[in-house]
């Protein structure tokens, strides 16, 4: 029987034991407002589901074509765009989540795809193992992380979806189908990053690399020492990521790197800097933003001032993440590593022409390219920008300028954060968007996987 609208603590036998370090996300029930993280998308489902096994997920899709009905998949909610919304069935793989399998000769994990990245991180360390990389965040899914193209910053190192070898998926049309760079290699380079719309994927195996400690180290440079730098600091640091504050010249600069040292103390002034100031101190002021719009200048600028400057040692799997406790929306685009500067001194100077109301500073990150078909990163070096708004402030007109600054430098929008684009503007941008829905339409035939959003975005309907 397949739990429908309620969470239960059972288990199927092949899912890990090991399961016990992360709650399961808030349950969502059926004629509930869903909401994404930051409130900017709403629906009422008409049923949400949560299958304990391969079998239950099968069962779900094969109704679906049978019966006329869509489906809709949910990670944790953290994409900004619709690709969740739905008002008739909700699937959540929460109730499919751990590691299945682990290889120590291969260094790999085979894991339920509603596993959260957070639980993961713990599991694998457990096994003297990690993943290469990660974004600045924990709470995704590894199944909504791999499927937006989530990422996280360094010159060597590709987006999350390119540390996985091999899916098994659920297809649109209720067959199941595992597949690799080797086996079924299109439908492979088509999944890795799919928006929910090709299948529900139910395991993912990860390519690993033994677990490993960084040194983090947070600076205060100029914009302009910063850019002329730039090369040098992306060769010569594992990661590296700046945040530029609005109406400031001053420069957050973050540098992790892989260390022997030994774990560092986490004191006070940690959690100070790291939760109160960046999250509740910046959340007051957030507040006063809001209301009085003309206080931007100055809070980014206060903000840019009081730049944490220190340096702290942890296992890279509880370094890369922090917590974000003010809410916001955000749009990012992904360039041409070699325009990164160039992009930056535009956009900065737009929002000064403009007189943009923004506090937020813009975060500035840098990926390896690869050969996922609907990864933006695809076939170049990529430089990433993000632009954010305190959730409740007007962000349209500033997002749309900052996009037409980064179609000019012929830039992709990351599949799970705000943009404009759609349909043919959007499909030039990708070399294999034809093959893509070839595989697509073949998967789901009867496009019980796709919602309005997708139709539009994929240029079935008008945008
Ligand atoms: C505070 C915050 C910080 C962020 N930081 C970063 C960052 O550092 N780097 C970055 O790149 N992005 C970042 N993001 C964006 C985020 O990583 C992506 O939007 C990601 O997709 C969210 O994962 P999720 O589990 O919440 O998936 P959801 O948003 O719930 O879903 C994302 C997509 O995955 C699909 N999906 C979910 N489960 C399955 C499944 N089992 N099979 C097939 N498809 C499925 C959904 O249908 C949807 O299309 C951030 C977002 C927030 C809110």
Known sequence: MLPVNQQTSEQTSEQTSELTTHPASQPISATQTWRNWSGVVECVPQQVVYPTSVDQVVEVVQRCNREGRTLRLVGSGHSFTALVHTTDILMSLDHLAGIIE??????????????????????????????????????????????????????????????????????????????????????FHALQVSLGSIGVIVQVTLRLIPAYRLVYESSRVTLDDCLSQLEDLKQNNRHIEFYCFPYSRTVQLKRMNRTDSPVSDHGFKDYFNKVVMENYVFGALSGCCKTAPGLTRTVSRLSASSVPVGREVNWSHRLFATPRLV????????????????????????????????????????????????????????AYIAVHMYRGMPYESYFHGVEAIMKRFGGRPHWGKLHYRAGADIAAQYPKWGAFHAVRQTADANGVLLNDYLRRLFGEVEA
Request: glycine content about 10%; charged content about 20%.
């Open 102 to 187: 682990i290889s120590q000769i291969e260094q790999t994990a085979t894991v339920w795809a509603g596993t959260k990245l957070k639980a993961l991180g713990e599991l694998l360390f457990n096994h003297g193992l990690a993943q290469e990389n990660l974004g600045d965040i924990n709470v995704q899914s590894v199944a909504g992380a791999i499927s937006t193209g989530t990422h996280g910053t360094g010159v060597t190192l590709g987006t999350l979806a390119t540390q996985v070898v091999r899916i098994t998926a659920v297809l649109g049309n209720g067959e199941v189908v595992t597949c690799s760079a080797d086996d079924n290699a299109d439908l």
């Open 327 to 382: 809410r916001f929306n955000e749009m990012e685009y992904n360039i041409p590593a070699e325009h990164m500067a160039a992009a930056i001194r535009e956009v900065l100077e737009y929002i000064e022409r403009e007189r943009i109301a923004v506090h937020f500073p813009i975060e500035c990150r840098f990926v390896r390219g690869d050969d996922i078909w609907l990864s933006p990163a695809y076939g170049r070096d990529s």
